[in-house]
């Protein structure tokens, strides 16, 4: 049914550019992420800035085991929304496969610093064509601003796997409910983000167990729509846990 599903939705999706509907300004924000049985396992810090049309974000989560989450993300905001660049860290006893992979899209040059056998610094640079579509980093910001009503659309992604290998994602609306978020009662826009991994890769994914799972993401309505909740795996893979805005919980 899961097969089914997903090459219906590749079928119908489009790649289109996301119009720039709410245009990103400077912001903070705090954010908790718990495991599946409502531990507390890490604490995010969201960080904006914006410098004419372009807007620099970062999410930095630190666990509590030392563990550390880092991306840094440029993008541009005219008319579209374009990547320029994405720098993404995970290190630390929560990351069976630590990375550091660094994308520049405007030169197609990607980068991966590894640490080898030796505990040496290992860096290969390659240069990749990259579709303009590229989301790394930002997915959220492209979710708000997509009407609630919007038709499955898909969005390319650069996993940081073998150097660097094209994905991608399948988004579709499943849902409203409602958020409570800082005494307020607000409506949210549930997306479910399908990694379409694609070829061999892909069959032999699934047919190992090692498919990455679908991403459940809340996005608050209204005239400034903010990310609430992301619900799925660091990396595309270990623990569901879920992220979200500190505060906010939902009506039950």
Not at 93 to 107: H, N, Q, R, S
Request: charged share 20%; glycine share 10%; hydrophobic share 40%.
């Amino acid at each position: 049914m899961s097969a089914l599903y997903a090459m219906t939705l590749c079928i119908a999706a489009a790649a289109v550019p996301i119009s720039v509907r709410h245009i990103q300004r400077p912001m903070h924000r705090f954010m908790v992420t718990r495991s599946e049985d409502g531990k507390t396992i890490a604490s995010g810090e969201f960080s904006q800035v914006v410098q004419g049309n372009e807007v620099t974000m970062r999410l930095t989560y630190h666990f509590v085991d030392g563990s550390i989450d880092d991306e840094a993300t440029t993008y541009t905001q005219q008319g579209t929304f374009r990547l320029v660049r994405n720098h993404h860290i995970q290190k630390g006893p929560f990351f069976t496969k630590p990375i550091d992979f660094t994308v520049e899209a405007a030169t197609g040059i990607v980068t991966s610093r590894t640490i080898d056998k030796n505990a040496k610094i290992r860096v290969e640079s390659k240069h990749m064509d990259l579709p303009n579509d590229l989301a790394n980093g930002f997915v959220g910001t492209l979710l708000l601003n997509v009407p609630y009503n919007t038709a499955p659309f898909r969005v390319g992604m650069l996993a940081p796997v073998g150097g660097g290998r094209l994905i991608r994602l399948l988004i579709s609306p499943e849902d409203e409910q409602t958020v409570h978020l800082a005494g307020q009662t607000l409506k949210a826009t549930v997306f479910r983000i399908h990694p379409d991994l694609g070829g061999i890769v892909g069959l032999i994914a699934r047919l190992t167990g090692l498919q990455p799972k679908d991403v459940m993401v809340w996005v608050l309505e209204g005239e400034e729509p903010a990310v609430a909740v992301i619900v799925g795996q660091f990396g595309g893979y270990g623990p569901v846990v879920s992220s979200e805005l500190e505060g906010d919980s939902f009506e039950k």
